[in-house]
């Protein structure tokens, strides 16, 4: 099993280094004391920079957001839902037709052809759940 390397703490850094320089005769450090010094500035600058920066990703993070789904203002939605009812039976426009109802709720072609496409399909679950439902309140009833 591998052994995890733990960074040691502020307060236990300065005291390795130091028992480090002084198990070690060839360091350039004059004393311990003056490299446990040195080690504990540095990472103590260090420790605040990582926080430092965490913070600010997290501020940044918290800050981006996902692409804005816009709803279509409700003067085009009721005149596409207009279309939709007074079709129902073929809830299919042409391209024409889309491109005039386009034009009319200020939206894209594309925005219309895919607005009809995702209500077909919405109100095709809906219906499904509803038939769904009351045909499990049906078989349970003797």
């Known amino acids: 099993m591998k052994s995890r390397l733990s960074m040691p703490s502020s307060a236990q850094f300065p005291s390795k280094v130091s028992r480090s320089v002084a198990s070690n005769p060839a360091s350039p450090f004059s004393a311990p004391a003056q490299a446990a010094a040195i080690v504990a500035d540095f990472y103590a600058s260090k420790t605040a920079d990582l926080k430092a920066s965490y913070a600010s990703a997290c501020d940044s993070a918290a800050t981006v957001t996902r692409k804005n789904s816009r709803q279509f203002p409700k003067e085009a939605t009721a005149i596409l839902n207009q279309w939709y009812y007074a079709h129902v039976d073929k809830p299919y426009p042409s391209p024409s037709e889309k491109e005039d ?3 009319r709720c200020g939206l894209s072609f594309t925005q ?3 607005w009809f496409g995702n209500n ?4 095709r679950r809906r219906a499904l759940k509803a038939s769904r439902a009351t045909g499990r309140r049906n078989s349970e009833s003797p």
């Open 112 to 114: 219309v052809a895919y």
């Open 120 to 123: 077909r399909n919405r109100r």
């Open 101 to 103: 109802l386009a034009i």
